[in-house]
């Protein structure tokens, strides 16, 4: 069982930064491929960005892509996402997720059912 415990969260004005950390336990963390999602009210979670297992691959949405790095670091069992020239419609709160040892990281990481695990997710809210 792994835990998932997310931080970094919070107020920011329109074109400021934030990086999101997100610290797991349990398991052997350099096994599992990584995403960040988030959730805006009223609205559905939707995919973020995404790194796999070994740091190869990442994946964005096309929301994020160019503002938004995903990384990880397997010694200090984290991933992190860096989020640049953040938008009011970035406000969400966002969740990291955690999917066991898979191959193909594009071809399943944006859809939420196939990840296994969930931390309970941090605010992040930007003012205009």
């Known amino acids: 069982q792994v835990q998932l415990v997310e931080s970094g969260g919070g107020l920011v004005q329109a074109g400021g930064s934030l990086r999101l950390s997100c610290a797991a336990s349990?398991?052997?963390?350099?096994?599992?491929?990584m995403g960040w999602f988030r959730q805006a009210p009223g609205k559905e979670r939707e995919f973020a960005a995404a790194i796999s297992w070994n740091t190869d691959s990442t994946y964005y949405a096309d929301s994020v892509k160019g503002r938004f790095t995903i990384s990880r670091d397997n010694a200090k069992n984290t991933v992190y996402l860096q989020m640049n020239s953040l938008k009011p419609e970035d406000t969400a709160v966002y969740y990291c997720?955690?999917?066991?040892?898979?191959?193909?990281?594009?071809?399943?990481?944006?859809?939420?059912?196939?990840?296994?695990?969930w931390g309970q997710g941090t605010q992040v809210t930007v003012s205009s």
């Open positions: 997720a955690a999917r066991y040892a898979p191959t193909g990281l594009r071809a399943w990481a944006a859809l939420s059912q196939n990840y296994d695990y």
């Open positions: 349990g398991g052997t963390f350099s096994r599992y491929a």
